[in-house]
């Protein structure tokens, strides 16, 4: 079993749930099963080794061609556990991996309010809670707990006032299409506390920003590392497209740093830098104004 994979059987096993290894399609994954909720996932542990680009490029078709397969035959996408996240978010992403088997603190959008961030508050919950850190845009949003209500009165985990996530958007991208000048806006990112999960969070941001700036369309990209982005079509978005593959260099440090393939300036591989691959996003919209 390969070192990652121990630690996140552990962790499962420190939190009430159970995981048990299994090969499928030529790579090892972990099937867990949690006592508590009952919830089931299927898990993907990849380690990063590639020594070149070929080697990165090939390990990453490997497992995008597994995590395929598992979702034909389970109707669920696995959760995609790289290694260099793992190392260097290790909060976050058991937090995350524990969200997946329903082991968070849920708290319902009725009970929150939406209010506009200053860039620097919204910064720096991102670069804390979200995987790729903070982003430029042009809006930003926070969702604040309001109050308890029901029976799950979470006292000791969030009081009233607490900023439990951010979502962030660029501004107007403008084109015509048919005599009309569509606006269409990104948004770049979306993130919650660790353990905390906004029921109907998503779509209350989503309701406050059509309401406030009135955009003919908004595009996002879900990121296949994490989810085939199942969550924007619940929310009304159609899948448009996919965005490729990007190359990265992992430093000694676990750090991402994009390559620049053909560039002359690209730096030369330093002891302990390894290169990662990832999977490419899908891409949704959704469509506020009627255009062809």
Not at 95 to 123: D, S
Not at 177 to 199: D, F, H, V
Not at 217 to 232: F, K, Q, R, T
Request: glycine share 8%; net charge neutral; aromatic share 10%.
């Amino acid at each position: 079993m390969c070192r990652l994979a121990e630690e996140i059987i552990h962790v499962l096993e420190c939190n009430g749930s159970e995981g048990h290894r299994q090969t499928r399609h030529g790579l090892e994954f972990i099937c867990t099963s949690a006592v508590r909720s009952g919830a089931r996932k299927c898990i993907l542990p990849l380690e990063i080794k590639g020594r070149d680009t070929e080697e990165a490029i090939l390990e990453s078709e490997a497992a995008a061609s597994a995590a395929a397969a598992v979702l034909k035959e389970d109707g669920e996408y696995p959760l995609i556990i790289t290694e260099d996240r793992w190392r260097s978010r290790r909060e976050m992403m058991e937090a995350r991996l524990l969200a997946h088997l329903e082991v968070f603190t849920q708290i319902y959008a009725r009970n929150c309010e939406i209010k506009r961030m200053k860039k620097g508050e919204a910064a720096d919950f991102l670069e804390k809670n979200h995987s790729y850190g903070d982003a430029a845009c042009r809006y930003r949003y926070g969702i604040f707990l309001k109050r308890h209500t029901g029976h799950n009165r979470l006292s000791e985990a969030v009081s009233p006032g607490t900023l439990v996530a951010v979502a962030t958007f660029s501004n107007a991208r403008k084109w015509v299409k048919g005599g009309m000048t569509i606006r269409s806006y990104e948004w770049t990112r979306y993130a919650s506390l660790p353990g905390i999960r906004i029921s109907g969070g998503m779509g209350k941001v989503l309701k406050t920003f059509i309401q406030d700036i009135h955009p003919d369309d908004i595009m996002s990209y879900a990121d296949l590392e994490w989810s085939e982005g199942e969550v924007y079509r619940t929310l009304g978005f159609s899948l448009e497209g996919q965005k490729e593959p990007v190359l990265f260099r992992i430093d000694a440090g676990w750090r991402r740093f994009p390559v620049r393939t053909g560039r002359a300036d690209e730096p030369e591989m330093t002891e302990g830098e390894k290169y990662f691959r990832n999977f490419g996003s899908n891409k949704y919209r959704i469509k506020i104004t009627d255009y062809e």
